[in-house]
């Protein structure tokens, strides 16, 4: 009896120390995997865990299982993190509810939705980590009324649940969300008011849902105001484009941490004056030391100095990074889209493969619209198959491509992309209709005008649709468009006022600033539209009359005055008064103000080049004007006469008509494409003024005796030049 009795106490003496040690060892694990984590070694992590998986699976605490799936998140191992739950803890996550919170968490960082809403489902006791879990995986997955919809259904909501609310809120952004935002915060309990974040929440909230006279009287009424409420407001403030508003507040940091500093040059950004560069400046050089590896930061910074205009500083900033960083790239590349530089943006695109960095969203995006600037169709076709196509499914990146192939002259291939979305939005709409106008599809703008929702229907849709009818001839369709129109804005006004003078119907353009007239002040657009019309037709009484009008109400020099001066001074030249054209040309020169500089830019062999008007700045000058003589000598051959009213200065010895005519920079860009490409089927070239009408007949006969389909952007419209002599335009331009 007693040898049974010491064998029972043994056995069970082996088992309890047995489970001491055990406890002991997953006590020493879950530490160590704890550090690991918290000092960011996830992978570490992941490989302590496996040593230990081998022989001791079963036995594993829920704080080790924890840490191991915390790992998995990080990293955004989901296939790693699944096979744990599968081989591991299959069997106690329904009862285990850290386990459970882990999944879902790793589920909703790793964008598995539905693995996360099936685990939460069959959770049968749910608590408020649960809850909160799945709210912070639907507002990061951007299913923010989810995560509304999850708040609902919480009888006692904490303080982290009404935070998540208020983080769902701000994400829709909407009227209903600011009623539900103020319902809450008015029956938050007293308790709850000391919590800063929460506060800082309900701010964010506040202003991204457009309540921003509410969320300034709750920050004024605040005695210790926090650093994460400055971050709210500001960030709100950017986001309101009230971007003073978040410098001054700035202003009233007295130590402020890298997250405002990166609102600050947010703002800065924003504004894009020379002030804030001087701000920008100042801040950046009292930057503390430990702020210049924040990666995000040093982006803000650039693009700051780049929307600012300090390109030349903000390169320089960029070059002395030695850890370039992906938004840093981004920053640069849409700072140079915006200064009209986009080979500078695919020359950073070139650097980031040799660097081996891989593109994003935001580098794509930045891409496409520096393709769309250039306009050339090879180019663009040649660096689009270099983007995965899971991209293109990106709302983004689909009405970039419609731009992108529009502007370039390829309308089909815009159509395609169009047509390919399973439910365009109004951007898109917006795009695809400023397309079809520029490229002279007028009917096909309209077709698909009344085809869209007619909640689409903005400013924007109505100045694309109308645009389109202006540049196709489409009077009737216009004007049935203009009178259903309830609210008429200056820029509407103008669409249709150009769309009546193309078509010589000025009495009827005069009566529209008439009576827009009648209730707001004179509009220098609309005069300018109606001036404009008036050169097509040669109409010196009107243009005169127009331009004295415009003198009157604007009496300083302004650059828009200045376009109006070189109008009438065309005008005058084309109707063959050259003494009247030359009299408003030399008042304009003692002004001090300069008509805009004629550039005509053309990719040749995948390398840009500029071509100003009698430009000699080409290497190969020579052959280039010896191909324009060449090209002279063809025209005249084929019967084209040189109009000597767009010759805008004197000439000088030795010069003719057409030795001047013949040398504008859209014939220095033709020319050269022959120079360097004898048998070329096939020119592209972007015009940053309108194209005269001298070089408009030149082109549709050098196309015909070249056998060269030649695609002009220029201004106002894209010209489709083809090789029987015609172009797109029907000459209506």
């Known amino acids: 009896m007693l040898t049974k009795i010491l064998k029972y106490y043994s056995s069970s003496l082996v088992v309890s120390v047995k489970r001491s040690v055990t406890i002991q060892s997953n006590s020493h694990l879950s530490t160590q995997m704890k550090l690991l984590n918290d000092n960011k070694q996830f992978k570490k992590a992941l490989v302590l865990f496996d040593k230990h998986t081998k022989n001791n699976a079963d036995i594993f605490s829920s704080s080790i299982i924890t840490q191991a799936l915390k790992a998995c998140t990080h990293l955004r191992d989901l296939e790693r993190g699944k096979t744990i739950h599968g081989h591991l803890i299959s069997t106690r996550t329904k009862n285990d509810l850290y386990t459970t919170t882990s999944l879902i968490h790793l589920y909703m960082q790793c964008n598995d939705i539905q693995s996360a809403q099936l685990l939460f489902d069959t959770t049968t006791t749910k608590n408020v980590t649960i809850y909160g879990a799945m709210m912070k995986g639907y507002i990061k997955n951007n299913q923010a009324k989810k995560a509304v919809d999850l708040f609902n259904q919480i009888e006692t909501p904490n303080e982290i649940i009404i935070n998540l609310l208020f983080n769902a809120c701000a994400q829709l952004g909407t009227f209903e969300a600011l009623n539900l935002v103020i319902k809450i915060s008015n029956a938050i309990p007293k308790s709850f008011h000391s919590n800063s974040i929460l506060m800082a929440s309900l701010l964010d909230a506040l202003m991204k849902c457009d309540d921003i006279e509410h969320a300034e009287s709750l920050f004024d009424k605040r005695k210790n105001k926090t650093i994460q409420m400055y971050g709210a407001m500001m ?70 100095l780049m929307k600012c205009g300090d390109i030349k500083q903000a390169e320089s900033l960029f070059d002395k990074t030695t850890n370039k960083t992906i938004e840093m790239y981004g920053a640069m590349m849409n700072g140079f889209n915006l200064g009209n530089n986009p080979f500078k943006t695919l020359n950073l695109f070139n650097k980031m493969k040799v660097d081996n960095i891989k593109g994003n969203i935001i580098i794509f995006h930045c891409v496409i619209r520096a393709l769309s600037q250039i306009a050339d169709y090879k180019l663009s076709q040649s ?7 899971y991209f293109f499914v990106n709302n983004h990146i689909q009405y970039a491509l419609i731009d992108m192939w529009g502007k370039s002259g390829h309308m089909n291939l815009a159509k395609e992309v169009f047509e390919k979305l399973p439910q365009p939005n109004q951007s898109e709409y917006t795009t695809i209709i400023h397309c079809y106008g520029l490229n002279g599809m007028g009917t096909q703008a309209i077709e698909l005008y009344y085809k869209m929702p007619k909640e689409f229907r903005d400013e924007g849709i109505y100045i694309s649709v109308l645009n389109a009818c202006s540049h196709s001839g489409l009077v009737q369709e216009a004007r049935s468009i203009f009178q259903s129109i309830q609210k008429k804005t200056e820029k509407i006004y103008s669409t249709m006022i150009d769309c009546l003078s193309r078509a010589s119907l000025f009495e009827e353009a005069q009566k529209l600033i008439d009576e827009y007239d009648h209730d707001h002040s004179p509009s220098i657009v609309m005069y300018t539209a109606l001036l404009s019309g008036a050169r097509n037709f040669k109409n010196t009484d009107l243009s005169q009359n127009l331009y004295d009008r415009m003198e009157n109400f604007f009496p300083q020099m302004t650059s828009s005055l200045t376009s109006a001066a070189v109008l009438l001074a065309n005008t005058y030249a084309s109707s063959g008064d050259i003494d009247k054209a030359s009299n408003i040309r030399n008042k304009l020169h003692k002004s001090g103000q300069k008509k805009q500089m004629g550039i005509t830019s053309t990719v040749v062999n995948r390398i840009s080049y500029e071509f100003r008007a009698y430009d000699r700045t080409h290497p190969r000058s020579k052959e280039i004007y010896a191909e324009c003589q060449k090209l002279s000598a063809e025209l005249l051959q084929h019967g084209h006469k040189y109009d000597s009213s767009w010759i805008t200065r004197p000439l000088n010895e030795g010069e003719t008509i057409e030795s001047v005519l013949s040398t504008h920079s859209e014939k220095l860009a033709i020319a050269w494409n022959f120079v360097a490409n004898p048998g070329a089927s096939r020119i592209q070239l972007t015009k940053n003024l309108r194209i005269c009408e001298d070089c408009h007949r030149a082109t549709k006969l050098i196309a015909a005796i070249r056998k060269c389909e030649i695609i002009a952007r220029d201004a106002n419209r894209i010209h489709h030049f083809t090789t029987d002599g015609k172009c797109s335009c029907n000459d209506y331009f």
């Open 235 to 304: 960030k709100g403030y950017v986001q309101n484009n009230q971007a003073k508003k978040a410098i001054d507040l700035f202003n009233q940091i007295v130590k402020p941490d890298e997250i405002i500093m990166n609102l600050f040059f947010n703002a800065c950004a924003q504004l894009g004056t020379l002030e804030a560069l001087n701000l920008v400046n100042k801040v950046s050089n009292e930057i503390p030391n430990s702020f210049r590896s924040n990666h995000l930061l040093i982006a803000s910074l650039l693009d700051a």
């Open 383 to 389: 660096i689009i198959k270099q983007i995965p196509n």
